[in-house]
């Protein structure tokens, strides 16, 4: 059973960045494909960006392209997620996932194994 730990979360104010890390247990990492979802209070939980096991493959929820750059280092078991330009509503707990597979799903049903989540606040 995979372990993702996420880190790097914080208060920040509206227009400033954070990077949130994710660290997988294991060996076969660079096997899979990674992404980040994000759940706000009272809301479901959405997909944010995911990347192929290659890193040729990212994309990337509406809301977000533009602002966030997901990326991966193989030889440290970590997945990236740059937020700049924070908005209020980028307010969540974010959540680092591992597909079942190399490929780049958007969806939760492609993915199964989760993190513990991460806060991200950004004040007005």
């Known amino acids: 059973q995979v372990q993702l730990v996420e880190s790097g979360g914080g208060l920040v104010q509206a227009g400033g960045s954070l990077r949130l890390s994710c660290v997988a247990s294991?060996?076969?990492?660079?096997?899979?494909?990674m992404g980040w979802f994000r759940q706000a209070p009272g809301k479901e939980r959405e997909f944010v960006a995911t990347?192929?096991?290659?890193?040729?493959?990212?994309d990337y929820a509406d809301s977000v392209k533009g602002r966030f750059t997901i990326s991966r280092d193989n030889a440290k078991n970590t997945v990236y997620l740059q937020m700049n330009a924070l908005k209020p509503e980028d307010t969540a707990v974010y959540y680092c996932?591992?597909?079942w597979g190399g490929g780049a799903p958007k969806t939760e049903a492609g993915f199964g194994s989760w993190g513990q989540g991460t806060q991200v606040t950004v004040s007005s």
């Open positions: 990347i192929s096991r290659s890193t040729q493959i990212t």
């Open positions: 996932a591992r597909a």
């Open positions: 294991g060996r076969t990492f660079s096997s899979y494909a």
